[in-house]
């Protein structure tokens, strides 16, 4: 199930996102920031919510007009669909609209997200200082 971040999760957020963005990873303080700045934009993936497993396994960390800030899925979770689950969250609230900025080299973000619907708009250069960013928009009502 899908629920808003309690700060109990802050813990197992930053294990996946370690392993999900080894170069360059949001710290305790860039996810609390979030969670009290946008409390209904950053939400968790839990397996097994109501047994003893409570397992986070993924997150996502939006804007309210739709620009994705984050999102992550442990490794051991991908290609169920997760991910996919937590985008559809962001465009039930947007009417379908949404954006994202993805480094160059991450393949598998510019595969997830273009199986969303969304295609590129721009690149910025050396968004990442080391590294291009594509923007990726999703326009329309679905
Ligand atoms: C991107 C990410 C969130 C996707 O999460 P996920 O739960 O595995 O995604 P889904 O299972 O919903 O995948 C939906 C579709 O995206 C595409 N996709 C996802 N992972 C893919 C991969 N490794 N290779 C190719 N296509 C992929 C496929 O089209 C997939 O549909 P299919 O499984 O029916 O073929 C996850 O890979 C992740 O956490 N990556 C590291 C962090 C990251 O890069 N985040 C994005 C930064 S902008």
New binding site residues.
């Given amino acids: 199930m899908i629920r808003k971040f309690k700060k109990s999760d802050l813990w197992e957020i930053i294990r996946?996102e370690k392993?999900?963005?080894p170069k360059s990873p949001y710290n305790r303080f860039i996810f609390l920031h979030y969670a009290s700045a946008y409390p209904d934009n950053f939400l968790v993936y839990v397996e097994d919510e109501g047994t003893q497993l409570n397992k986070i396994v993924?997150y996502?960390i939006f804007y309210p007009e739709g620009h994705?800030v984050?999102?992550?899925?442990?490794?051991a979770?991908?290609?169920?669909?997760?991910?996919?689950?937590?985008?559809a969250v962001v465009l039930k609230r947007t009417k379908g609209k949404a954006s994202?900025?993805?480094?160059d080299s991450?393949?598998?973000?510019k595969?997830?997200?273009?199986?969303?619907g969304f295609s590129l708009r721009t690149i910025i250069p050396e968004y990442y200082g080391d590294e291009d960013a594509l923007v990726m928009v999703r326009t329309g009502t679905n």
């Fill in positions: 996946i392993k999900a963005f993924g996502i994705i984050s999102i992550a899925v442990h490794p979770y991908r290609r169920r669909g997760i991910g996919t689950e937590l985008v994202v900025e993805v480094r991450n393949e598998v973000a595969e997830f997200y273009t199986h969303l």
